[in-house]
């Protein structure tokens, strides 16, 4: 599969997407796309935006695209609190179809704060 990583995922976190292959957004010169911009150019040559833009839900509507959209949430979007949340990432992955965005939780303690706040996957 061929991923994008949007500007605010670490870039450590690469290793761990074996066997898909991603990209960095800055690496194709991408950076600082705001997301409408970059899911338009993304969706033509990737399966899978990888995000922890917890508004991407809210912002735009990835059904109006041909680009699956995965956001990583956890309490701060740092590597060591993102690890958690690989292994459902990858299980995601198998599961996810263009057009549609996935919420993946390293943590409880997100998940229920977003849950509370009606945010991403939990809005009315």
Same mark, same amino acid.
């Given at each position: 599969? %061929?991923?994008?990583?949007d500007d605010c995922v670490p870039?450590?976190?690469?290793?761990?997407?074996?066997?898909?292959?991603?990209?960095?957004?800055? %690496?194709?010169?991408?950076? +600082?796309?705001? #997301?409408?911009?970059?899911?338009?150019?993304? *969706?033509?040559?990737?399966?899978?935006? !990888?995000?922890?833009?917890?508004?991407?839900?809210h912002q735009n509507v990835v059904? @109006?695209?041909? !680009?699956?959209? !995965?956001?990583?949430?956890?309490?701060? #979007?740092?590597?060591? @609190?993102?690890? &958690?949340? !690989? &292994?459902?990432?990858?299980n995601a992955l198998q599961a996810? @179809?263009? +057009? %549609?965005?996935?919420?993946?939780?390293?943590?409880?303690?997100? %998940? *229920?704060?977003?849950?509370?706040?009606?945010? +991403?996957?939990?809005?009315?």
């Amino acid at each position: 599969m %061929e991923l994008l990583f949007d500007d605010c995922v670490p870039r450590k976190l690469r290793a761990h997407f074996i066997p898909h292959h991603v990209t960095l957004a800055q %690496e194709v010169g991408w950076k +600082g796309l705001r #997301n409408s911009s970059l899911l338009t150019i993304a *969706q033509t040559r990737y399966d899978a935006l !990888i995000t922890t833009d917890s508004n991407l839900y809210h912002q735009n509507v990835v059904a @109006n695209f041909d !680009i699956a959209a !995965i956001v990583l949430r956890a309490y701060r #979007n740092r590597y060591d @609190n993102l690890l &958690p949340a !690989i &292994p459902a990432t990858l299980n995601a992955l198998q599961a996810v @179809n263009a +057009g %549609e965005v996935i919420y993946v939780y390293a943590d409880k303690r997100t %998940e *229920q704060s977003d849950r509370r706040r009606k945010k +991403g996957p939990f809005s009315p």
